[in-house]
Structure formats: structure tokens, C-alpha cells
T-cell receptor, first 113, second 110 residues
Framework: NAGVTQTPKFRILKIGQSMTLQCTQD?????MYWYRQDPGMGLKLIYY???????DKGEVPNGYNVSRSTTEDFPLRLELAAPSQTSVYFC????????????FGNGTRLTVT | GQNIDQPTEMTATEGAIVQINCTYQ??????LFWYQQHAGEAPTFLSY????GLEEKGRFSSFLSRSKGYSYLLLKELQMKDSASYLC???????????FGTGTRLTVIP
């Protein structure tokens, strides 16, 4: 199993550009998450999904959108990139909520200039 | 609301024992996770405590006191590869996600 795979690993965007961060998992997990991690800050939840066709906002959803058309894929869309979105983005999945450990992808380092 | 406090940085010597503390405040608590994150890499799961007491997994142990809102991660026989950030995260009642602390960066020196 590859686990959780994220692409790209690195990306530089200009202000106002758009992009999609890809995330796919092969563990048949129902729950998927997008986090961002900034220096000196804890991981913050952007969006999550409890199954195909179901998504919901996390703690910091502004400026982002998601979709979940299949169990495997959970892309994150940035429509109008802003410098405040410079961060490391992690996709994660789990069997369930609560006590189920998160399995993280290797992250996408995004810089918006 | 919720809050987690962890030391920002710690340094320890190879072969020694180090204890990384985590105190938390939350209105509804289910359990507490510890994750390890090497620089530039993804967090990986270390432990999950839901009951009071110490749970041991090889060189790593994790302790929880629910009444005190306190946990620690104990690393024995430190190795250079243990240099990493250690993230404490709480699983809260009725929440859809974990609440993460800012992490403790551990440096192991020869």
C-alpha cells in the first residue's frame, strides 16, 4: 500500500493564481482531512470528509474548497492565492474519527508571492 | 475552548531518557495522541491514551492523567534519529477533528 499520496511536493504561486493540491489514499479509509502547518503553530484543520460526497469545514476553511467524489481522492482547491496561504499542507486519512490514528501524506510546501 | 501547552524545544544526550510534557484544557476529553514529526516530513502516530496510566511501546512510553489534564511522552535510550518534533493532540467530545499543540522540538546530541 502506498498509503496517502500528495502531489505536488512543492509549488510557487503568484498572488491571485489558482491551483489544486491532489490527495489520494489506497487504504479504503472513509475519513479524510486537509491540514495546514505554519511555523510555531499547531496543525490546523481546513476541511474534512466523512465519506464520498460529504465534506465539511474545519477551523480555517476561508480561501479553500474541496470535493470528494470517490473514497480515494480528496483534492484541495485554492481559488485566488494569497500570501497568507503560504504554508505546508498535509492530507490525512483515518478509518474513523476519535481514537483512529491519522495517516498523513508527505505534504505540499506552497509559497505564494 | 481548548488549549494545549508543550515546551517549544528540548535538548537531550544520546543514550539518556527524556520526558516531554503536555498539559491541556478542554470542555470534553476523549483521549490524547502523540505524533512524531521529523523535519520536512509528515507526522507519524506514536500513541493514543484514553485511560489514566502509563502505556509502554518499546523505547517510547506515554502517560495520561485525566484529572490533571496532563500527559507526557517518555523516550528511553535516546538515539540520534529521535531528533524530531513531538506533537500532542487531544480528541475532544463532539469534535470532528483533533486539536494539535504546537509541538516540542527535541534535539539529541552526542
Amino acid at each position: 500500500n502506498a498509503g496517502v499520496t500528495q502531489t505536488p511536493k512543492f509549488r510557487i504561486l503568484k498572488i491571485g493564481q489558482s491551483m489544486t493540491l491532489q490527495c489520494t489514499q489506497d487504504m479504503n479509509h472513509n475519513y479524510m482531512y486537509w491540514y495546514r502547518q505554519d511555523p510555531g503553530m499547531g496543525l490546523k484543520l481546513i476541511y474534512y470528509s466523512v465519506g464520498a460526497g460529504i465534506t465539511d469545514k474545519g477551523e480555517v476553511p476561508n480561501g479553500y474548497n474541496v470535493s470528494r467524489s470517490t473514497t480515494e481522492d480528496f483534492p484541495l482547491r485554492l481559488e485566488l492565492a494569497a500570501p497568507s496561504q503560504t504554508s505546508v499542507y498535509f492530507c490525512a486519512s483515518s478509518v474513523g474519527q476519535g481514537s483512529s490514528p491519522l495517516h498523513f501524506g508527505n505534504g505540499t510546501r506552497l509559497t505564494v508571492t | 475552548g481548548q488549549n494545549i501547552d508543550q515546551p517549544t524545544e528540548m535538548t537531550a544526550t544520546e543514550g539518556a531518557i527524556v520526558q516531554i510534557n503536555c498539559t491541556y484544557q478542554t470542555s470534553g476529553f476523549n483521549g490524547l495522541f502523540w505524533y512524531q514529526q521529523h523535519a520536512g516530513e509528515a507526522p507519524t502516530f506514536l500513541s493514543y491514551n484514553v485511560l489514566d496510566g502509563l502505556e509502554e511501546k518499546g523505547r517510547f512510553s506515554s502517560f495520561l492523567s485525566r484529572s490533571k489534564g496532563y500527559s507526557y511522552l517518555l523516550l528511553k535510550e535516546l538515539q540520534m534519529k529521535d531528533s524530531a518534533s513531538y506533537l500532542c493532540a487531544i480528541d475532544q467530545t463532539g469534535a470532528n477533528n483533533l486539536f494539535f499543540g504546537t509541538g516540542t522540538r527535541l534535539t539529541v546530541i552526542p
